[in-house]
């Protein structure tokens, strides 16, 4: 249990998640052609990410305490953005939580000259990311019996929609982290291994993405449509 007689105790873990990537889809996503060099060496290195990665998530369970015009209070910590206050709206619990690819493929370091594996390699580490991402989201979604979630996380859309400085709120929230997860946050309030997530899932009937109130042109990991009308409603 995440609570004791009303008392919160540390987060939940998973440290050995069960995963697969998906070499098609993944090949697509680097437009390389299978059978070619190209696709071979980048399928040695999906080959060596399966065999040693380790993607992990873990994540609490929380309580909202008030709501304001454009804060709501979670936990005792207060956190400042119109856009999860409005999420938020009708809620009383939410799930604070952290996925991360793993230091084990993120200390693998290649030559500085050889651009080419190191992006194939970051691109491998956010498909391990995203297995840690969506095996936390089942698990949620059957255990707590939600039919459908959506989450937030700071930094993520525009700069003002909830500020990338709100990531120490949050990881206070979410408390002490067991040193086998291997997640740190540095000054700049980034995440290190950097394919990792934070944020809060929440119960939803619509499904909430960040990049539909984010201007970026051409962001390679857009994932919805910009919504002006979304955007304007939260300024």
Known sequence: MLFVNGRHVPMEFFEDIPFSLDREVLLQRMRLVAGTKEADEFEALVDRAEAMGRPKAGYTVRYIDEKGEDTVTIGGVTFTSAALRRNLEGLERVFPFLATCGREVEDIVFDRQDFVRAYYWDTIKGALLECARRHLQQHL?????????????PGSGDVDIWPIEQQR?????????????????????????????????????????????????NCPSRTAPFDPDLWESLH
């Open 169 to 217: 709120l949050l990881f206070g929230l979410i408390g002490d982290l067991p040193p086998a997860v291997g997640v740190t946050l540095t000054e700049s309030c980034l995440m290190i291994p950097v394919k990792s997530i934070s944020g809060i899932r929440f119960p939803s009937e619509h499904d909430f993405r960040s990049c539909t109130v984010c201007r970026r042109e």
């Open 141 to 153: 979604e059957a255990r707590f019996l939600l039919k459908t979630t959506a989450a937030m996380s």
